[in-house]
């Protein structure tokens, strides 16, 4: 099992930050465009700056949607279910579900027989932190690309409620 900790700045105007391993070096840079035309798009590359996935938001589109790109490639779309009740989450491509609580950022990813990812957030912490266990054989940057496609639909969610509720 590999262990990753990402740790989001807080007031940023742009997405900007490291994802370490358990021994605390610097494994992936994730960064956002400022601005874009097609929706939101996050960057992730390895220690040595060379991009290895991207995760895109698709508009125009009913529910939540967004694909992952590992190597120029799609490999994974995230798609929000319609739910009365609590966020349910699909992957399609490798056909992962997420099962918890995506709002409290504590879930499992699971392809029905196995977990492939747990996230837990730390709750006592400036920002977001969030530690990411990803099971043996699993790809590490499609898992992590997964991990911040569902938090970027949840933080979409909030921002939306956030404004509905202001005068």
């Known amino acids: 099992m590999s262990r990753l900790y990402m740790k989001q ?7 900007k930050f490291t994802v370490k391993n358990e021994y605390e070096e610097d494994c ?4 956002s465009d400022f601005i874009t035309l097609g929706g939101k798009k996050l960057h992730i590359e390895d220690a040595s700056g060379n991009e290895v996935a991207m995760v895109q938001q698709k508009l125009l589109s009913f529910r939540p949607r967004f694909f992952v790109y590992v190597d120029g ?21 490798p056909g992962w579900e997420v099962i918890g ?24 912490s400036w920002g977001d932190s ?38």
């Open 73 to 93: 490639v799609e490999v994974a779309e995230i798609v929000k279910r319609i739910s009365f009740f609590k966020a349910s989450y699909y992957v399609d491509g």
């Open 130 to 167: 969030y530690e990411i266990d990803i099971a043996d054989g699993i790809d590490e940057v499609m898992a992590l690309a997964v991990v911040l496609a569902i938090d970027c639909v949840q933080a979409d969610q909030d921002s939306s409620t956030m404004m509905a509720g202001m005068p």
């Open 28 to 31: 992936y840079r994730v960064h």
């Open 101 to 124: 609580s995506v709002m409290d950022h504590d879930y499992t990813i699971s392809d029905g027989r196995y977990d492939i990812v747990d996230l837990h957030k730390a709750w006592l």
């Open 9 to 15: 700045q807080v007031f940023s105007l742009v997405d």
